[in-house]
């Protein structure tokens, strides 16, 4: 049995359904993300665990036992704050001390637990600072710190790295991935940022108007979406909606407005003409010269009109000879690349069947 | 250059009115009153020449008559234990209240606001004679108190003339200058801190404790100040409402001007006054600065 058993759980603020018969089993030692737009009900799924909100249906268990009945304070469940909520007037180490004298630690224990604290997150020595004397990394740390001093059975996180800055956010990911595996402890964190919650996660559990659409490993959400928005909402995708024109062994092919038949490959037997979409990575298309014969199944030809360059990575938007839109990313290392293409130049882009993935409707 | 000097005298433009009114109001009349206490009173009242005979008149009898006089050190610290009490229990009425209109809906909290201060809208010597007639031995309270100790066997008391009604009307009258700082206070405390409080496993008591009282503690030290200085030198709430016992320190020094009229007695009074408000509140900074700054590092 799970760790974490979310069954059915649903939560309505009025007319509005927050979140929706969501049934998610957390394993232990598990991080797990949900993630999704603002407003898609992942905040308030936390809230449910850590105990703020009490859901309207269905159960939420740890350990085999239903949650329902005991106040935030008495749930084994420690929350990071967006804002980190560190306490002002407590120095650091009476901030990481105050969950161990709530837990009535004996008071001779405390300051070793509160050490050790320190040393998890990297803060040995700012044990007698202030909040305000720490930047906005330290703060994380401490709000980190301060929830997994007394060992909770799972640390909540509630988007913790959305206040910092670019690079931080990376060293903070690369961490946090480290303190996860050294303690143990099961994370379920809390993101709208699809490259956190894939840098991050054991399972992803992408969420939209209230429900999971997609529950999987990081990899498999990447390529193989179950759906438009999942395809859509995780990095950049191209998507192709037509009718089924027709299914062979392994393949289906669809008939794109615009740009006509796209085949792709699938293992799902769709009826003909029943609406569905190919989801196409940007760097699973290939893009070279007008004149260059290309045997994939799928080539078009057009031309750049808008590119990005993004030093590692240039983004080229190729309209096909048909008008559809189409964008793909070509690394910028010197082997991958013969060509450098300027805006309004003539290319012929092209994939093959098993570049896409297909998404029934 | 010439911008700097423009600065420079819009500064003084803006600040000296204010800095004219103190001076002139305030430091002049306060170094009168220094003045004065080192005078001689008149044989008529007032103060008798400065300058007599070629001599200048300046003495310390005023000082070495309230050191002589155990009367005037009782009453002292008489009146300090008034304004102590009624810091106090302003305190307590104030903290549940303040706590009560910061955590309400926004849109009811400027409507309980005027309430606490509505009392401001009539006159406070009105306000002060309303309790003669609320505290009267014939209104319902006194009836009441004296009916529950008759049916205990116990004497009737009276209400009003008595340490008891000045004692309620000076916490009526200061309870707003405690509940708008405390207010002002409270509700700039951000409600996460307390739901991370209670998710690092602190009850409601200790959500209190730690969290919420030790952050309003400045509040606290402000309306502590407010209530405190002004009970302190309070005269017209024992003139009206208390018995012969009740004399504060205001009302002797109102008496020293008006009815004694010895003028240098009243100024050593008041200075003596103004210098130990001083004192205690500096004390209570420092003492409370001082607790905040251990509780800060032992929490």
């Not at chain 2, 926004?106 to 003669?132: E, G, K, Q, T």
């Amino acid at each position: 049995m799970a760790l974490l058993e979310i069954q059915n759980v649903t939560r309505r603020f009025g007319t509005f359904t927050a979140v929706d018969q969501v049934s998610i089993s957390i394993e232990a030692g598990e991080f797990f993300t949900l993630l999704g737009p603002s407003g898609c009900g992942k905040t308030t799924l936390l809230r449910m665990i850590a105990g703020f909100d009490l859901p309207d249906g269905g159960s939420i268990r740890l350990n085999g036992e239903d949650l329902a009945g005991l106040p935030p304070e008495r749930r084994p469940v420690r929350t990071v704050f967006q804002s980190y909520a560190l306490f002002p007037h407590m120095t650091v180490e009476g901030n990481i001390a105050f969950p161990l004298q709530m837990a009535k630690t004996p008071a001779s224990d405390i300051p070793a637990k509160v050490d050790a604290a320190l040393e998890d997150v990297r803060l040995t020595g700012f044990g007698k600072r202030y909040p305000h004397e720490l930047s906005g990394g330290q703060k994380q740390r401490v709000a980190i710190g301060r929830a997994l001093v007394t060992h909770p059975t799972v640390l909540l996180l509630d988007e913790p790295l959305a206040a910092l800055d670019a690079k931080l956010r990376e060293e903070m990911q690369i961490e946090l991935i480290n303190l996860q595996k050294e303690v143990g402890i099961t994370f379920v964190y809390v993101t709208h940022d699809q490259t956190e919650a894939l840098a991050l996660s054991h399972r992803i559990a992408v969420m939209n108007k209230g429900r999971v659409e997609q529950l999987d490993e990081p990899s498999k959400i990447y390529s193989f979406p179950n759906s438009r928005f999942v395809a859509d909402f995780i990095g950049t995708c191209n998507l192709l909606d037509g009718p089924v024109l027709k299914v062979d062994e392994g393949t289906v092919t669809i008939d794109v407005g615009g740009l006509g038949p796209v085949r792709v490959a699938s293992s799902d037997r769709p009826t003909a003409g029943q609406t569905a979409s190919i989801a196409l990575r940007p760097e699973k298309i290939r893009i070279a010269g007008a004149a260059a014969q290309d045997a994939a199944a799928n080539h078009f030809r057009g031309s750049v009109t808008d590119l990005l360059y993004l030093g590692d990575v240039t983004v080229y938007k190729v309209s096909t000879e048909s008008g559809t839109k189409l964008e793909a990313l070509l690394a910028n290392s010197a082997a991958g690349r013969t060509k450098f293409f300027e805006i309004g130049d003539a290319v012929a882009v092209s994939w093959p069947v098993d570049a896409g993935h297909f998404i029934p409707r | 250059m010439a911008a700097r000097r423009g600065a420079n005298l819009g500064k003084w433009l803006v600040s000296g009115p204010p800095l004219l009114y103190l001076v002139v109001f305030f430091a002049i009349p306060t170094l009168i009153m220094v003045l004065a206490s080192f005078r001689t009173p008149g044989e008529f009242g007032g103060l008798a020449p400065l300058v007599e005979d070629g001599k200048l008149d300046l003495n310390l009898d005023s000082y070495a008559r309230l050191l002589s006089d155990a009367v005037y050190v009782q009453i002292f610290i008489k009146s300090v234990w008034y304004a102590l009490l009624t810091t106090l229990f302003c305190l307590l009425l104030a903290y549940p209240l303040s706590l009560l209109i910061a955590q309400s809906a926004r849109r009811h909290r400027d409507l309980l606001l005027l309430l606490v201060i509505l009392p401001f809208w009539s006159n406070f010597l009105i306000r002060v004679y309303a309790w003669m007639i609320i505290l009267g031995p014939n209104a319902a309270l006194a009836r009441t108190v004296n009916s529950v100790l008759a049916w205990f066997g116990h004497e009737p008391v009276p209400l009003l003339f008595s340490s008891f009604a000045v004692l309620v009307c000076l916490v009526y009258v200061h309870l707003p200058f405690m509940v708008l700082p405390l207010y002002a206070n409270l509700e700039k405390h951000d409600l996460a801190l307390l739901d991370a409080a209670q998710d690092l496993g602190a009850n409601a008591w200790q959500r209190f404790w730690r969290i919420t009282f030790p952050l309003s503690l400045p509040g606290v030290y402000a309306g502590a100040a407010l209530v405190f200085i002004p009970a302190l030198g309070i005269f017209a709430i024992p003139d009206i409402l208390g018995g012969p016992e009740d004399s504060l320190i205001g009302n002797v020094i109102k008496q020293q001007f008006l009815e004694t009229r010895d003028w240098p007695f009243g100024s050593v009074l008041s200075i003596v006054l103004t210098v130990a408000a001083l004192l205690l509140a500096g004390l209570a900074a420092w003492f409370g600065r001082r607790n905040l700054g251990a509780r800060q590092t032992n929490a």
